[in-house]
C-alpha cells in the first residue's frame, strides 16, 4: 500500500520554513520513505521544499502552487506561463529516484506574482533603513545601495541553515517578502524594474568558487535560476592575489569603471573558499535637464556651520513637492519615467538630524504615498552639482543587527557545500553617486567573502544638508539611500 502525507504551508506563510525544516529532517531521519507527498505550497517556495524533503520521497507534488489558490489546475507548463518558473528549475533539486510535479493556477500565480512585487520592495527598503539607522551615526556623506547588499546576502542565506540562516532573514527582512526566501529578489526582477525602459538600472550578480572544491549542485542552480548569478571557478589557494584581480575587473567591465577596487587588498587569501558579488549601474537623464551655462557657485552651509562655496544648477521643472512642518520634500523625474531623486531637506536652521530621525519605514512610507499623489508643480530648482563616494566594511554593523552567527565557527552553510568550516569573513560595499546637468550616474558594488573558520513649493534651493532616495516609482523600491551634508568629502 502506497505510504502518502499531506502538508499545508501556505497559510502560515514564510514563516512556516523553519517548522518545515524541522519537519522533513525529522521524515528524513525516520528512514521511512514516503511514495507521495503532496505539499501545498506557494510557488516560489515550492524549491525550498523540494529541498528540505529531499530523499524523503519518491515523488514530490505541489497543489494550488501560487499566492491566493484558485479552482483551475494544469501542468506547470501550461499554466504559470513562461519566466515564472526558470527553465530546469525543478531539475535543481531533483535527487535521485525523486520526481517534482506541480499543478497551478496559471492567471492567479501571475496576478499574485505581479502584486508581491511591493513587498519585495518592502523587504529591501526595511533592510535600507535599518542600515542607514546604524551608518547615520558616523560623519560626512553616506551613501549605499540597500537592494544590492540585500541581494548579495540573500544569496548567501539560501546556503545557510539553522540559526546562521534564522538570523539572515531577519536582519534582510525577508519575513516581509511573499515569496519567502526564495521569492523575486528586489533587484532586477522583472516585477520591479522594467530593463525595457530607458534608464534602467544594468545589474550583473557573479559567484566565485575555489577550483577543485565541491559545491552543492541545487545551490549554483538556484542562483542562477533565481538571481541570474554567473559562476566563475578561481585559485584562491594558490593565487589570492589574481583571484582578487579578477574579481575587481569583472566589477569595473560591469559598472563601466565606475567601481574600481570593490575588494580590498586582504580580504581574499589562500582559505578563501567562495566570494559572492552583486553590482549595480543606474545612469538617468534628467526628463528637463539643466543649463550648464547657468551653473554657478553659492554657499553650501554644512551641518557644521560652516559655508562652502559649490557649484549650484538652477532651472525649472515639472515635479511633485510637498511642503511640511519638518522641511520640503521634493521628487524630481528622470526622463524614463520609472525612477526619480527624492530628496528631503529640512527647515531653515533645523538640523538634519530632525530628519533622519523620522524616518521609520511607515513614516517615510506615509510621506513618499503623499509625495507620489501630489499634483506636479513648476518649480524653480537649485541643487548642487556633487559628488558621493561611499565604501564600507560592514560585518560589524551587520552584527549590531543581529547577524553575528555567520561570521563564527558555529556558521552554517551546509547548502552550499558539504564542509563544515566555511564561515562569513567579510562583507564589504562601494557605492558611486554624481548629480549634474545632465542627469545622474550611479553605482554600487557588494561583495561577501567565505573562508575556512577561523504641500507646495515654489522654489527649492538645497543649500544645506539633506537625505537623498533614487526612488522607482512603481513599486517604491530605494535603489540608492544616501544623505548630502559636506561638498568637500
Same mark, same amino acid.
Not at 305 to 311: H, S
Given at each position: 500500500?502506497?505510504?502518502?502525507?499531506?502538508?499545508?504551508?501556505?497559510?502560515?506563510?514564510?514563516?512556516?520554513?523553519?517548522?518545515?525544516?524541522?519537519?522533513?529532517?525529522?521524515?528524513?531521519?525516520?528512514?521511512?520513505?514516503?511514495?507521495?507527498?503532496?505539499?501545498?505550497?506557494?510557488?516560489?517556495?515550492?524549491?525550498?521544499?523540494?529541498?528540505?524533503?529531499?530523499?524523503?520521497?519518491?515523488?514530490?507534488?505541489?497543489?494550488?502552487?501560487?499566492?491566493?489558490?484558485?479552482?483551475?489546475?494544469?501542468?506547470?507548463?501550461?499554466?504559470?506561463?513562461?519566466?515564472?518558473?526558470?527553465?530546469?528549475?525543478?531539475?535543481?533539486?531533483?535527487?535521485?529516484?525523486?520526481?517534482?510535479?506541480?499543478?497551478?493556477?496559471?492567471?492567479?500565480?501571475?496576478?499574485?506574482?505581479?502584486?508581491?512585487?511591493?513587498?519585495?520592495?518592502?523587504?529591501?527598503?526595511?533592510?535600507?533603513?535599518?542600515?542607514?539607522?546604524?551608518?547615520?551615526?558616523?560623519?560626512?556623506?553616506?551613501?549605499?545601495?540597500?537592494?544590492?547588499?540585500?541581494?548579495?546576502?540573500?544569496?548567501?542565506?539560501?546556503?545557510?541553515?539553522?540559526?546562521?540562516?534564522?538570523?539572515?532573514?531577519?536582519?534582510?527582512?525577508?519575513?516581509?517578502?511573499?515569496?519567502?526566501?526564495?521569492?523575486?529578489?528586489?533587484?532586477?526582477?522583472?516585477?520591479?524594474?522594467?530593463?525595457?525602459?530607458?534608464?534602467?538600472?544594468?545589474?550583473?550578480?557573479?559567484?566565485?568558487?575555489?577550483?577543485?572544491?565541491?559545491?552543492?549542485?541545487?545551490?549554483?542552480?538556484?542562483?542562477?535560476?533565481?538571481?541570474?548569478?554567473?559562476?566563475?571557478?578561481?585559485?584562491?589557494?594558490?593565487?589570492?592575489?589574481?583571484?582578487?584581480?579578477?574579481?575587481?575587473?569583472?566589477?569595473?567591465?560591469? #559598472?563601466?569603471?565606475? @567601481?574600481?577596487? %570593490?575588494?580590498? $587588498? *586582504?580580504?581574499?587569501? =589562500?582559505?578563501? &573558499?567562495?566570494?559572492? !558579488?552583486?553590482?549595480?549601474?543606474?545612469?538617468?537623464?534628467?526628463?528637463?535637464?539643466?543649463?550648464?551655462?547657468?551653473?554657478?557657485?553659492?554657499?553650501?552651509?554644512?551641518?557644521?556651520?560652516?559655508?562652502?562655496?559649490?557649484?549650484?544648477?538652477?532651472?525649472?521643472?515639472?515635479?511633485?513637492?510637498?511642503?511640511?512642518?519638518?522641511?520640503?520634500?521634493?521628487?524630481?523625474?528622470?526622463?524614463?519615467? #520609472?525612477?526619480?531623486? @527624492?530628496?528631503? %531637506?529640512?527647515? $531653515? *536652521?533645523?538640523?538634519? =538630524?530632525?530628519? &533622519?530621525?523620522?524616518? !521609520?519605514?511607515?513614516?517615510?512610507?506615509?510621506?513618499?504615498?503623499?509625495?507620489?499623489?501630489?499634483?506636479?508643480?513648476?518649480?524653480?530648482?537649485?541643487?548642487?552639482?556633487?559628488?558621493?563616494?561611499?565604501?564600507?566594511?560592514?560585518?560589524?554593523?551587520?552584527?549590531?543587527?543581529?547577524?553575528?552567527?555567520?561570521?563564527?565557527?558555529?556558521?552554517?552553510?551546509?547548502?552550499?557545500?558539504?564542509?563544515?568550516?566555511?564561515?562569513?569573513?567579510?562583507?564589504?560595499?562601494?557605492?558611486?553617486?554624481?548629480?549634474?546637468?545632465?542627469?545622474?550616474?550611479?553605482?554600487?558594488?557588494?561583495?561577501?567573502?567565505?573562508?575556512?573558520?577561523?504641500?507646495?513649493?515654489?522654489?527649492?534651493?538645497?543649500?544645506?544638508?539633506?537625505?537623498?532616495?533614487?526612488?522607482?516609482?512603481?513599486?517604491?523600491?530605494?535603489?540608492?539611500?544616501?544623505?548630502?551634508?559636506?561638498?568637500?568629502?
Amino acid at each position: 500500500m502506497a505510504k502518502g502525507m499531506f502538508i499545508d504551508t501556505t497559510s502560515a506563510g514564510s514563516h512556516a520554513m523553519t517548522s518545515l525544516a524541522d519537519l522533513a529532517r525529522a521524515v528524513r531521519e525516520s528512514g521511512v520513505v514516503f511514495d507521495v507527498i503532496n505539499l501545498d505550497t506557494c510557488l516560489m517556495g515550492m524549491f525550498e521544499v523540494a529541498y528540505e524533503f529531499r530523499g524523503a520521497a519518491d515523488y514530490l507534488i505541489f497543489s494550488d502552487v501560487m499566492w491566493g489558490c484558485g479552482d483551475t489546475t494544469g501542468t506547470m507548463e501550461q499554466a504559470c506561463g513562461p519566466g515564472l518558473v526558470p527553465d530546469g528549475a525543478a531539475d535543481a533539486f531533483q535527487q535521485p529516484g525523486m520526481s517534482c510535479t506541480s499543478l497551478c493556477n496559471g492567471s492567479g500565480n501571475r496576478q499574485a506574482h505581479q502584486g508581491g512585487a511591493s513587498s519585495e520592495a518592502e523587504s529591501s527598503n526595511l533592510f535600507g533603513l535599518d542600515l542607514y539607522a546604524c551608518l547615520k551615526v558616523r560623519k560626512g556623506n553616506l551613501l549605499f545601495s540597500p537592494s544590492s547588499i540585500s541581494t548579495a546576502l540573500t544569496m548567501l542565506c539560501a546556503g545557510a541553515g539553522g540559526q546562521t540562516r534564522r538570523e539572515m532573514a531577519s536582519v534582510l527582512r525577508l519575513h516581509r517578502r511573499e515569496g519567502g526566501l526564495h521569492g523575486p529578489v528586489p533587484l532586477p526582477g522583472p516585477e520591479l524594474v522594467h530593463h525595457d525602459a530607458a534608464g534602467s538600472p544594468e545589474t550583473a550578480r557573479a559567484l566565485w568558487v575555489q577550483e577543485g572544491n565541491e559545491y552543492r549542485r541545487e545551490y549554483l542552480d538556484l542562483l542562477q535560476h533565481y538571481h541570474g548569478a554567473d559562476a566563475f571557478v578561481v585559485d584562491f589557494s594558490t593565487g589570492p592575489g589574481q583571484a582578487l584581480e579578477r574579481i575587481n575587473a569583472w566589477a569595473v567591465e560591469r #559598472t563601466q569603471g565606475t @567601481i574600481t577596487a %570593490l575588494l580590498d $587588498e *586582504g580580504m581574499v587569501h =589562500a582559505s578563501t &573558499e567562495l566570494v559572492v !558579488t552583486d553590482v549595480i549601474r543606474f545612469s538617468g537623464k534628467w526628463l528637463e535637464p539643466f543649463d550648464p551655462e547657468d551653473t554657478r557657485n553659492r554657499a553650501f552651509r554644512t551641518n557644521r556651520g560652516e559655508t562652502v562655496q559649490t557649484p549650484f544648477m538652477h532651472g525649472k521643472a515639472d515635479v511633485r513637492a510637498l511642503a511640511l512642518e519638518e522641511g520640503d520634500t521634493i521628487g524630481i523625474p528622470f526622463d524614463a519615467g #520609472t525612477f526619480s531623486l @527624492i530628496i528631503l %531637506l529640512p527647515r $531653515e *536652521g533645523t538640523d538634519l =538630524a530632525a530628519i &533622519e530621525e523620522g524616518m !521609520t519605514h511607515e513614516g517615510l512610507a506615509r510621506l513618499l504615498d503623499r509625495l507620489a499623489g501630489s499634483p506636479q508643480i513648476r518649480a524653480k530648482l537649485s541643487l548642487p552639482r556633487f559628488v558621493v563616494k561611499d565604501g564600507r566594511e560592514l560585518a560589524d554593523t551587520l552584527g549590531l543587527l543581529g547577524m553575528r552567527t555567520a561570521f563564527t565557527q558555529e556558521a552554517d552553510f551546509s547548502g552550499i557545500t558539504s564542509q563544515k568550516n566555511l564561515v562569513l569573513t567579510a562583507v564589504v560595499h562601494k557605492a558611486f553617486l554624481e548629480v549634474r546637468e545632465e542627469g545622474v550616474e550611479a553605482a554600487s558594488g557588494s561583495g561577501a567573502v567565505m573562508a575556512k573558520g577561523s504641500g507646495a513649493v515654489a522654489a527649492f534651493v538645497a543649500d544645506r544638508p539633506f537625505v537623498f532616495v533614487i526612488r522607482e516609482n512603481k513599486t517604491g523600491l530605494f535603489l540608492f539611500l544616501g544623505r548630502f551634508v559636506d561638498p568637500r568629502d
